[in-house]
């Protein structure tokens, strides 16, 4: 097997299934205080640019929503 990050299955990782469960718990849950605590004012509330509004009138028109929702019941019909 190569050893590279991500090949192989949770057997080949050299600490208990348990100890792997909890420290990735323990990143995520750092992770979020971290945002929380550091990420204090929004910083992608003002906008640059103009909109763009027939992007925005195809994208939020009633047939384009049939048409996805058709494509993901055929996608969900086929597996």
């Keep these: 097997m190569l050893p590279l990050h991500g090949i192989g299955g949770r057997g080949d990782l050299p600490v208990p299934l348990w100890l792997a469960i909890y420290s990735a718990g323990a990143a995520v849950?750092?992770?979020?205080?971290?945002?929380?605590?550091?990420?204090?004012?929004?910083?992608?509330?003002?906008?640059?640019?103009?909109?763009?509004?027939?992007?925005?009138?195809?994208?939020?028109?009633p047939a384009t929503r049939v048409v996805l929702k058709l494509a993901g019941l055929a996608a969900l019909v086929s597996r």
């Excluded at 971290?34 to 028109?61: K, M």
């Design 29 to 61: 849950a750092v992770s979020f205080f971290a945002l929380a605590a550091f990420w204090s004012r929004p910083r992608f509330e003002g906008s640059v640019g103009r909109p763009v509004e027939v992007l925005t009138r195809i994208v939020d028109h």
